[in-house]
């Protein structure tokens, strides 16, 4: 599958595609974005994610509705363009070019970005084996801050956590908040299982509200999994029976170790492996030909 971006309606390969050196989104991270997954060419849960990309937006006063184009019929346009196949988009909205300065007046409009590329392989061992985390020293932006609930393209700290999490061996860093409560992973939820039920950090604790995360939840809940949002600190993740992470690009992912230590006995457990299999079920019910998006689940 070729590479294809499109920006503001125009697809072209990659090295052909370019951004103003004034836009906004270069200037000052001043743009949100999604990550989207297709699967045999068909994006699962899009509306969510276009629904999120929309509060994102709304949450800096980016003016979403003054798009050039309509981003949904992008997205699709795009993937079609490279084929279909398993994709993932990157779709990134910024506020546009406009004079250097806080200032927004001159501003735009918006710059509509849709990236598709093939998905990569998860490496040989994610699933069955595991990866392992870090608990780093990088905090979470606090709420009061940019609120990590805003999936913006400023990850200069979550690129400082996980630049950090790889000095420590790790392939994905936990953070913790100013409050040294759990958060997330540089790009990914987290979840532990603890005497049998599903814990994974709340929003209120500062994190993105991840789709896949809503997807894992609310498939515990149906299928009589106990599962909550709860205030976690670091050793109920180094404690815990399992624990795994979360993204759109990874699926589920066991973690193995934590800080250097098994997590049980560093074995994905079988409340993961219940999970990821109905997960799994789950994309392809939702992706197969002829099912309406996200129709299974909500
Ligand atoms: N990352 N937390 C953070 C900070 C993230 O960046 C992501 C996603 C998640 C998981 O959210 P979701 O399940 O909606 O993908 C949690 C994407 C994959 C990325 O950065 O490309």
Redesign the pocket.
Known sequence: MPERINVNGTITPPERAAVPALDRGFLFGDSVYE?IRTYGGRPFRLRDHLERLRRSAERLGIPHAAAPVEIEREILRTVADAGGGDAVVRVVLSRGPGPIGYATDGCGPPTAVVYVRPCPPLPDGWRGEGVDVAIVGVRRNSAAALD?AIKSSNLLN?FLAWSEGRRLGAFEPILLNAEERLT??????VFLVRSGRLLTPRLEDG??E????AVVLDLARRHGIPAEEASLGPDDLRGADEAFL????KGIVPVRRCDGWPIRDGRPGPVTRRLLDLFDAAVQEETKAGSAPGSTLR
């Open positions: 990550t990590p979550n997330e992973g540089a790009s990914s939820n994190l993105l991840g789709i896949t995360r979360t993204s759109t690009l």
